[in-house]
């Protein structure tokens, strides 16, 4: 059919005004973040974990994010906290940004990362499996979501108190490949930990801080960035590590048309040109822009006998073995143990080695004709196993004295705000879990969230981005002073109704009374789950919203594999550790065992024992509480637990079902204490690194809560052999 010409002109002006209509809802890019930090660890207190946390989130809140954050929790409620965000993920479409940040101890075991809650008690390394939250569990559903991106912060990677005794724990975290549209980030290489940090940040959190805040540079790029600053920092005693496989174009903060020419630096050129282009100093900073076991070994390509040369051979040897044990867990063979202690007889993981080889019923040492396995990576030089024949690798071990590499020149890399080497400590948080509250510093001028971001939940940083905010809730004061040394108004502070009155996030509504509007509008929203525990209230059972196929731990559906077959870098054939033993059958789905944390007395002080179970291991549980008007009564629980089959990590690779626990046939019967506790917890504690005041009640163990044993450690079933195809080399 023929148009008219008027037809023509008038689709022609539709399409113009289509082109040049501005974004709709739907368009927007929708940010999303669950925050956590770690620090009243029973085992040993962690004094930068909830301070870290509370500076990530806070500068995620001034970035649009809608952020939920929370300190200190314990093995069930990093569970409830983990699963709520996948959910809200799930719920909030697929032009969303999903961003966990996680502050605390992580541990790895047979090739899987894992984090501790702060009531983590591990002894040995079967502990790591059943008493600690596997991060998997959670990573993969949150993969299997059509979201436009999602971003894994595990700043975790440290000297942890765990294992004291006995066979060692390999130290650092696992190596691993992200899913399509994710990337994951590791305060220290696979591996490797960072120096001990005396607080009240540490250096990772700060540098990821300052490169959010600079703006201007992709994700991709600004997690390199993050990796440079901490090099300098500590001297090249910590590198962090990335892998990313996000396309999309993701910009925390952007620069405006403002932006000064000389904030523009050449930093890309560290990772486009030649290692061998550069002298020796600026291709060491090559190397570690690219961080990739192609480019340092190109730099010891280029300068063998540099003074900088043994520091990279470290770094190479670190991410070779971590490369190797990886495709080793992935064939989980015989003859792959055999190989990888072939390689390393006192590499970082021998001790799994020699376990899972047992577990297999073989032979620890081999016998004497077998095909070793050809890894995708050529076996280490002599020379170089000896930086990884310890079980915990750091690059500024004493016995090596490297040399410290220099610092980048600044027309690649700009310098350190003033705040970086010296950043106040926060004051103590107002209220159980409440995250931290860090004074905030502002962003440039010509620095500003980019225009197709949805404008997130009202908060105090998002509406001065460009002005200093001091929040003090022991003093119940907010001051926020403009560029210019003047104090702004807090009813110009641009919160509308939520700094006038109510308007809270319903996280902090229960925690907030009597507080200034600003102090409440500064602190980071509870999860769900967990504002329940502070308001002394069992957390609710999880509704089973997921995808088909794509089961959180507790949530009843079908446990099946999570996602396509993808090939890994470092491993043989298509595999995906996440599915490489057998599909579990369906499971009964069970609410989780609730931790009780009573919150701050209201009117009464009358405090219930949960319904759901004797498990009160709160360990530093309502820190706040000056001392109630009415003694608190503990009551005895209404119900004996019943614990069914656990299924909390929903990716058993063990060989055998897991056991099903019943209940006792008595139901324990707890008296309430002959004396009341009284409560009167100093307002100022910091950080609460460890429990005040003792109500402390570590029930009787007659019915443990049970965090789904992995029944014997998860060996995968031999697969058979092939080449590794292609994807993004960073490793």
Not at 313 to 322: D, G, L
Request: charged share 15%.
């Amino acid at each position: 059919m023929r148009l008219s010409p008027l037809a023509v002109l008038f689709a022609a002006i539709a399409l113009l005004g289509a082109m040049a209509a501005p974004l709709s809802a739907q368009q927007l890019e929708k940010r999303i973040a669950l925050v956590l930090g770690e620090g009243a660890y029973a085992s040993g207190a962690l004094v930068t974990g909830p301070n870290d946390a509370g500076l990530v989130a806070q500068t995620l809140q001034s970035a649009g994010f809608d952020v939920t954050g929370a300190r200190d929790l314990d093995t069930q409620g990093l569970r409830d906290a983990l699963r709520e965000f996948v959910e809200k993920a799930q719920a909030s479409g697929p032009d969303t940004v999903a961003m966990i940040y996680f502050a605390g101890y992580g541990l790895q075991s047979d090739g899987e990362n894992y984090l501790a809650g702060v009531d983590a008690e591990i002894a040995n390394a079967s502990d790591v499996a059943i008493n600690a939250v596997r991060a998997s569990d959670y990573l993969k559903p949150l993969a299997a979501l059509p979201l436009k991106a999602r971003i894994v912060v595990l700043d975790a990677a440290r000297k942890n108190p765990f294992a004291t005794s006995g066979q060692p724990l390999a130290g650092g975290l696992a190596l691993i490949q992200p899913d399509d549209g994710t990337l994951v980030a590791f305060n220290a290489a696979p591996g490797t930990i960072g120096p001990e940090e005396p607080g009240p940040y540490g250096v990772y959190a700060r540098a990821l801080v300052e490169m959010i805040k600079a703006g201007g540079a992709p994700v991709n790029e600004m997690f390199d960035r993050v990796r440079m600053r901490v090099s300098e920092a500590t001297k090249g005693g910590q590198i962090p590590w990335s892998a990313s496989r996000i396309s999309a174009p993701i910009v925390f903060l952007a620069h405006t048309a403002e932006a000064p020419a000389d904030q523009r630096d050449q930093f890309a050129e560290l990772t486009t040109k030649p290692v061998a282009s550069f002298n020796a100093e600026d291709a060491f900073q090559a190397a570690l822009a690219r961080d990739t076991l192609q480019g340092y070994e190109d730099f010891l390509a280029a300068y063998p006998n540099d003074p900088l040369a043994a520091r990279v051979r470290a770094i190479v040897a670190a991410r070779r073995e971590a490369m190797i044990w990886r495709e080793t867990i992935a064939l989980g063979t015989s003859r792959a143990y055999w190989s990888y202690l072939s390689d390393y007889p006192r590499g970082c993981h021998a001790f799994e080695a020699r376990r899972a080889l047992r577990h297999l019923d073989v032979a620890v040492e081999p016998p004497a004709s077998y095909e070793a396995v050809t890894y995708d990576v050529a076996p280490p030089p002599p020379a170089e196993v000896v930086y990884v024949s310890q079980p915990v690798v750091y690059f500024d071990d004493p016995v090596w004295a490297f040399a410290p590499p220099p610092p980048p020149p600044v027309f690649y890399f700009g310098p350190a705000p003033f705040w970086f080497a010296a950043y106040p400590p926060p004051p103590p948080p107002f209220a159980a879990f409440i995250l931290p509250i860090p004074t905030y510093y502002p962003v440039a001028p010509w620095v500003g969230a980019p225009a197709y971001v949805a404008p997130g939940p009202t908060n105090i940083y998002a509406a001065n981005i460009h002005n200093t905010v001091i929040v003090n809730n022991v003093a119940n004061s907010v001051t926020i002073t403009n560029a210019a040394g003047q104090n702004v108004p807090f009813s110009q502070a641009g919160l509308g109704a939520t700094g006038a009155a109510g308007g809270l996030h319903p996280g902090l509504a229960g925690a907030a009374g009597g507080l200034h509007p600003g102090v409440a509008a500064a602190a980071a929203a509870l999860p769900a789950a967990i504002a329940a525990r502070a308001a002394g209230r069992a957390s609710p059972a999880p509704p089973a919203t997921l995808a088909p196929g794509h089961a959180l731990p507790h949530a009843p559906a079908r446990l099946e594999p999570v996602g396509a077959s993808k090939t890994v870098p470092g491993l043989r054939g298509a595999m995906n550790p996440a599915t490489r033993a057998t599909t579990h059958g369906a499971m009964t789905a069970h609410p989780p065992l609730a931790t009780t944390h009573p919150a701050a007395p209201q009117t009464g002080s009358h405090f219930a024992a949960p319904r759901t179970g004797p498990h009160f291991n709160t360990p530093h549980a309502a820190p706040h509480f000056n001392a109630p008007h009415a003694a608190p009564h503990f009551a005895a629980p209404r119900a004996a637990p019943h614990f069914n089959a656990p299924h909390a990590a929903p990716h058993f690779n063990a060989p055998h079902a897991a056991p099903h626990f019943n209940a006792p046939h008595a139901a324990p019967h707890f008296n309430a204490p002959h004396a009341a506790p009284h409560f009167n917890a100093p307002r100022a504690a910091p950080h609460f690194n460890a429990p005040r005041a003792a109500p402390h009640f570590n029930a009787p163990r007659a019915a443990p809560h049970f965090n789904a044993p992995r029944a014997a450690p998860h060996f995968a079933a031999p697969r058979p052999g092939g080449g590794r195809g292609g994807g993004k080399p960073h490793f």
